[in-house]
Each structure stands twice: as C-alpha cells, then as structure tokens.
C-alpha cells in the first residue's frame, strides 16, 4: 500500500501533536504511532510545564536555571528562544482554554521544582499535566490529521537529491509506504534501554535509529538522564514520584529516616537530578534502601492523585508517611541535530521533542522543559513549515546497494537492558564500556540490512542495540564527567570538553566544536525556499 501526502509525522506526543494541530492550516498530515496514541512519555508526565508567569520571574532567570543545570553544555541562542517563545507559547495555549490549576484567587498556580530559583511549574490536574496536554492536543486536531496507530516506522526514504521523502511502515495489515514532501521525528526518548526506568516499556530510541541509518547526524547519547525518585517495589520501579513532590516538602531520607541530601548540596533535596540520583545510587550501592519522606506535606493524596494511585495499586502504605524509590533512566538529552525549526542535516527530514538534540537541555535536563520544548519548538517548526514549505517534486527512491540478509547476533532485551543499566547507567567506567560495546553492532553490521524481511519484533530489538551502541560509544568517548554523564575513571569536569559535542554519522564520529555544521541550516533554508 503506498499513500501520497503532504506531511508524516512519526510519534503521538506532545511534540507531534502539536505540529499536527498547526500544520493542518495548510497541509494534510498523517501521525504515525506504534502503539496506542495516549501511550507515551507526555502522556505519562506528572511534572508540568515549566514556563514564566509570575511577576517575580523573569526569562533570564529560567535561562540561568537550564544552564546551571545542563552544566553550560548547551546551545544558548536556542536555550533563549526556548524560554522567551516558550513564554508566549503557554500563554497562547491557557488563552487557547488549555487548563491548568489555579489558586483560590483565580491566579495560575506555580509550583516549584529542582534547580529552579523561582515558583514557575504550571500543572493541569496535579500531576497529571502530560494526560491532560496530550487530550487537549488530540482534541484540538482538525479533521485533516489522520491518525494511523501500532504501526512501526521502520525505514526512512531518500531520493536522488538525497533529500527525505517519506517512510516504510508494518502493522497487523502489512506492510505500507508513505511518500511526502516532509517527514518529522517526534518518537521520543531511549529510556526502556535500561532495566529502571519511567519510560513506557517499547521506548527503545526508534527515531533515531531511523535517523542514523537514513544518514543525519546524532549527537549527546552519553547525556542520559536518571531520574533520582522511581516508585520501587519488590525489585522492580513502577512509574516514578514528580519532583513537585519535593518542591511541596518531600524529602529523601534512608530507612532510619536519616536525611540523605543534607548537606550535599546547597539546595539539598531540590539539587538537580545527576545530583540527587547519584546520592541515591551511592546510598543503595551500600545496602540502604531509599525514601522519599512525604511526613511535611498535608493532604497529599489529594495533591497528587497519580502518584497516590500507583502507590496503593503495588502495595505502598502511606499512613506510613514514605514512598519507596529508586534512580532509573526518565530522559535522553541527545538525539538527532536539529535546530529550533526541527531542520536536521538531511533536508525535509525533521525532527522535534525528545528524539531531538537542540542542545537545549545540556548535560542534564531541567525540571520540566520538556513539555515547554515539545508545545514551544512544536509551534515554531510549524509555523516555519507554513510559511516557507515546499513541495516535493522528485519522489524517485534512491538505489540502495547490496542488502544483507544476515542480521548481527543480538542479546534478549531483558539482558540488554541489564548491560546497559549496569555497564552504561549511573556510573560508567572504561572497561564496562568497552567490554559492553564488543556486544553491540557496529554500523556495517546493520547498515544493508533488508528490512523489509524482518518482522515488527526483531526491527525493534535491532533498533534497540543500534541506539544502545551510540549511548555506549558516546560514553566511552567523553572522558570526563559531565552533569549526567559520571565517569568513575574521569570524575572530574575537565575544561577541554566544554562545548565539545560528539557527532556519529554513518559509523564515524567526530568531536566537534559547535553543534551544527556551517553549511546545515544553509543547506536546509535553501531547501524549503526552492
């Protein structure tokens, strides 16, 4: 089955359905997902967004905040338009009847999080901000977007000039072949690579394997953020305890109530998460186990309903006033180079969210820019695309040489997951790395594969070891530590490695000294104006 259109986007998310709702101005849109629509990391999300309101905020203060957090591993010119166009975009949304929770006077109520210097957290339902974006998007889609679930992506398309020009697909009904003048990466994050996690369990890094193998530019795989409060219950974590929880008086402590942050950083229980989740790590790499003391908070289960629910759904008795917790993965700051219009290094090939790498979350994301960069370079990148698009003339496939139908040898899942939580997690060191690594494909192992024979399961597990071999290679490379990135042999932040980014394309990488190529943006800018 082919089917012509203008625009496909890949992933039901913030990121993606925002796009949709504005791009369907113009253009007709088919949304791509390979699960259930609602199933995702938005839709999951108990923290809200972070963006400024309040009198006593300002954009230069969020600015700040990001950038201490992400260790000044960023791009700056986008970290400015992020806050200053992030503002204007939540406030179009509330002006839009997007709902979030108010104070008894009527005025937005802002909550607090880590690393954050002022109250600037808008929630919608308490901690269920990302159900409630994510419907409120689904329920603003014009009719032009249609809308096509559990089916996977599992091949990008380029044609002659080398420019993207559409995607392969399978589902239960087979196989399908959507042609258009643009597609658009909106799939997410990795973190189901690892055994812990906050992530939805097929979150496996889909979109930038696509990406790699269609031949863009990748960059941060070693920035994988672990979130330091995951619901942990007979060995096992279980969704996770939102930051506001601590922003509202929450506080990690050991089994004898001995408070764990004291002392450890100057903002103790609200330090950013490489901080906090280290702590924890270190504290259970000792034997103790590991709570978040929810004693000073009054009426919490009406304050957070989510974490409530899933608390008495394993069994967690909060007449006892403290939640089981462990550190699991919850964020990829990597991902595919694109900029604040989602143009990536292959023209008509975009991408947003997650799967993106803007360097706008450095080395360690911020509490609750997430959402803000979905909504925010969502609308941007739609806009751009209504203004300046184009459509595509040339849908000629390009020759593909030789493809191979000998797959590499690949772990189960459950085992890559438990490498790459033990050898590529919290703390890494060379020897895990490497010996992890000899493991993984290498790119000319998979880069002839014939997709096209393999069924939805193995494609998913390929894509799993393909976006687990540039989180391990991107780690091993940066010798140092960095914000997420702790390297037990390189403990130091070293200065050599400020701005330094790790670029992987077809099986090469390069460090480099910007994040974008000079000739990228130009190439791109002349590819939507022809």
Same mark, same amino acid.
């Given at each position: /089955?082919v !089917?012509?259109?203008?625009?496909?986007?890949?992933g039901?998310?913030a990121g993606?359905?925002?796009?949709?709702?504005?791009?369907?101005?113009k253009?007709q @849109?088919?949304?791509?997902t390979k699960s259930?629509?609602?199933?995702g990391?938005?839709?999951k999300?108990?923290?809200g967004?972070?963006?400024v309101?309040?009198?006593?905020d300002g954009?230069?203060?969020?600015?700040q905040?990001?950038?201490?957090?992400?260790?000044?591993?960023?791009?700056?010119?986008n @970290?400015?338009?992020l806050v200053?166009?992030?503002?204007?975009?939540?406030q179009?949304?509330?002006?839009q009847?997007?709902p979030?929770? #108010?104070?008894p006077? +009527?005025?937005?109520?802002?909550?607090?999080?880590?690393?954050?210097?002022k109250?600037?957290?808008?929630?919608?339902g308490?901690?269920?901000t990302g159900?409630h974006l994510?419907?409120?998007?689904?329920?603003s889609l *014009?009719?032009?977007?249609?809308?096509?679930d559990?089916?996977?992506a599992y091949q990008?398309l380029?044609?002659e000039?080398?420019e993207? !020009?559409g995607?392969?697909?399978?589902?239960?009904?087979?196989?399908?072949?959507? %042609?258009?003048?643009? @597609?658009?990466?909106?799939?997410?994050?990795?973190?189901?690579?690892?055994?812990?996690?906050s992530?939805?369990?097929?979150s496996?890094g889909? $979109?930038?394997? %696509?990406?790699?193998?269609?031949?863009?530019?990748i960059?941060?795989m070693?920035?994988v953020?672990?979130h330091?409060?995951?619901?942990y219950v007979d060995g096992?974590t279980?969704? %996770?305890v939102?930051?506001?929880?601590?922003?509202?008086?929450?506080?990690?402590?050991?089994?004898e109530?001995n408070?764990?942050m004291k002392?450890?950083?100057?903002?103790?229980?609200l330090? *950013?998460?490489?901080?906090?989740?280290?702590?924890?790590?270190?504290?259970?790499?000792? +034997?103790h186990e590991?709570?978040?003391?929810?004693?000073?908070?009054?009426?919490?289960?009406?304050k957070?309903?989510?974490?409530t629910?899933?608390?008495k759904?394993?069994?967690?008795?909060?007449s006892?006033?403290?939640?089981?917790?462990?550190?699991?993965?919850h964020?990829? /700051?990597?991902?595919?180079?694109s900029?604040?219009?989602?143009?990536?290094s292959?023209?008509?090939?975009?991408?947003?969210?997650e799967?993106?790498?803007t +360097?706008v979350h +450095?080395?360690?994301?911020?509490?609750?820019n997430s959402?803000?960069?979905c909504?925010?370079?969502g609308?941007? /990148?739609?806009?751009h695309?209504?203004?300046?698009?184009?459509?595509?003339?040339?849908?000629t496939?390009r020759?593909?040489?030789?493809?191979s139908?000998?797959?590499p040898?690949? /772990? *189960?899942p459950?085992l890559?997951?438990k490498?790459m939580f033990?050898?590529?997690?919290i703390?890494?060191?060379?020897?895990?790395?490497?010996?992890?690594?000899?493991k993984?494909p290498?790119?000319?192992?998979?880069s002839n594969l014939d997709?096209?024979?393999?069924?939805?399961?193995?494609?998913?597990q390929l894509?799993m070891?393909?976006?687990?071999?540039l989180?391990v290679?991107g780690a091993?490379l940066?010798e140092?530590? #960095? $914000?997420? &990135?702790?390297?037990?042999d390189?403990?130091?932040?070293?200065?050599?490695?400020q &701005?330094?980014?790790?670029?992987?394309k077809?099986?090469?990488?390069?460090?480099?000294?910007?994040?974008?190529?000079?000739?990228?943006?130009?190439r791109?800018a002349?590819?939507v104006l022809?």
């Open positions: /089955m !089917i012509k259109t203008d625009i496909v986007i890949l039901s998310g993606a359905l925002q796009t949709a709702r504005i791009l369907a101005e253009y @849109v088919h949304i791509i259930d629509v609602t199933n990391s938005s839709y999300a108990q923290g967004i972070a963006a309101t309040g009198k006593e954009t230069s203060l969020h600015m905040d990001t950038l201490h957090a992400g260790v000044f591993h960023h791009d700056e010119e @970290v400015k338009k200053e166009e992030g503002r204007n975009t939540i179009q949304l509330i002006g009847h997007f979030v929770d #108010r104070a006077d +009527g005025s937005i109520s802002l909550g607090l999080e880590g690393a954050h210097s109250p600037r957290i808008i929630h919608s308490g901690d269920a159900r994510v419907n409120y998007l689904l329920d *014009p009719k032009r977007v249609k809308i096509h559990h089916e996977l990008l380029i044609n000039n080398g993207c !020009i995607v392969k697909t399978k589902s239960r009904e087979g196989n399908a072949t959507y %042609l258009a003048s643009y @597609v658009i990466v909106a799939t997410g994050g990795a973190g189901a690579l690892y055994e812990y996690t992530n939805c369990p097929d496996f889909d $979109g930038i394997a %696509l990406a790699y193998l269609a031949g863009a530019e960059t941060d070693e920035f953020q672990f330091p409060s995951l619901i096992k279980h969704g %996770l939102s930051e506001a929880v601590r922003g509202a008086g929450g506080l990690f402590a050991d089994e109530g408070r764990i002392g450890v950083h100057p903002l103790e229980d330090a *950013p998460r490489h901080i906090t989740a280290y702590e924890i790590y270190k504290h259970r790499a000792k +034997g590991v709570y978040i003391d929810i004693s000073k908070i009054k009426d919490f289960e009406d957070f309903p989510t974490i629910s899933i608390c759904e394993h069994g967690i008795d909060l006892k006033k403290r939640i089981p917790i462990a550190p699991g993965s964020f990829l /700051m990597g991902g595919i180079i900029d604040a219009y989602g143009r990536t292959i023209p008509r090939l975009f991408a947003v969210g799967t993106a790498c +360097g +450095g080395a360690n994301r911020l509490a609750s959402l803000l960069e909504v925010t370079f609308k941007l /990148m739609a806009e695309l209504l203004q300046y698009g184009s459509s595509q003339k040339n849908f496939i020759e593909a040489g030789h493809k139908s000998k797959l040898p690949l /772990m *189960p459950c890559l997951q490498e033990a050898k590529a997690g703390v890494r060191e060379k020897e895990g790395l490497a010996e992890l690594l000899k993984l290498t790119y000319e192992d998979v997709l096209d024979a393999l069924d939805r399961e193995t494609i998913e894509f070891h393909i976006t687990a071999s989180i290679h091993l940066r140092e530590s #960095r $914000g997420s &990135h702790i390297r037990k390189f403990p130091s932040t070293v200065d050599e490695w &701005h330094k980014w790790i670029i992987f077809q099986g090469k990488h390069d460090v480099r000294d910007g994040l974008y190529e000079q000739n990228q943006i130009a791109n002349e590819t022809q």
